[in-house]
């Protein structure tokens, strides 16, 4: 169980250091996160965008050792292709996305030239470092799926409670959230987490424990759940929540960071390797958390 991303960081040190591969990479936070984690815990980059751009900024933020190896490539979508490519061709371990637009990247990821399609679903897995609190909570799927049905729930719930198992939650407490715990046909999600618990009650997933419907304050806190008066395994020691669709997980997301002051690392699960989407907004703090991550559950495989 990690407390914050600090530990993560003291775990990376000790870790046989790994190569990131980046879609456009001519990007200032993109580089400035780059150059720490290379500085930090040796994590290797092969940057693929325009060359003179990305020497420009490493030039700026007076970097003397980082010296990645970079792909000369100014067109974002060839980019993404190249360095989704480099994964495949197993020159690098881990794929970022730098200053090319989501779709363009992600029909990279998705094309069968590039090789880095499974049988799985690609879900959003974020992990939030949240002031006051005693771990860090995972959240999914708040990126990729909008409105996913129950089969993709399946899919979604599977590779949360895999990363969970792969970063060293052996026994992970998963909330499939609703607004309520009643289970009401008016309210599909409810009917899909009942069905999503019942699935763990008869075996299908490996080793956790599920609860749902069960809502967002009773996962958070026991006194909530004994004032409404239900009896809960796992109220306020969640590791892994499962959103009902996008919306709701983005919002949740967007709240923690602007109310509560929360610290958040996302990627992407499903493919063969952990892949590091972020805004191009996120900050280069924001973007080492990701990798951060991307690189523990890389390297615990």
Known sequence: ????????????QSNKPLTIAVAAAHDETIIKA??????????KSILVGDKIKI?????????????????????TKKASYI????????????????????????NAVLDESCNLKTDKLLSHLSAFQIPGQKKLSFYTDGGINLFPNFEKKIKILSNG?????????KNPNVAILTANEIVNPKMPATIDAKKLYNM????????????????????????????KNIKSAISGMVDLFIVPNIEAGNMIGKALIYYAGAKMAGIILGAKCPIVMTS??????????????????????
């Open 161 to 169: 409670i895999k990363a969970m198992h792969d970063l060293g939650i």
């Open 200 to 227: 763990n009650q008869e075996g299908y997933f490996p080793k956790c424990i599920i609860e749902g419907p069960i809502s967002l304050d009773v996962a958070l806190s026991q006194e909530s759940a004994s004032h």
């Open 280 to 301: 191009r907004a996120e900050t280069p703090e924001g973007k080492v958390n990701s990798l951060a991550l991307a690189c523990l559950l890389k390297g615990e495989k």
């Open 1 to 12: 169980m990690y407390t914050n991303f600090s530990q993560m960081y003291s775990v990376l």
């Open 55 to 75: 020497n420009q900024l490493i030039k700026k933020n007076k970097s003397i050792f980082f010296n990645p190896e970079i792909i000369d490539e100014k067109d």
């Open 34 to 43: 780059l150059i720490y984690a290379y500085e930090k815990y040796s994590i």
């Open 83 to 106: 360095a989704a490519k480099l994964i495949d061709v197993d020159k690098a371990d881990i794929l970022m996305k730098g200053l090319v637009n989501s779709s363009l990247f992600l």
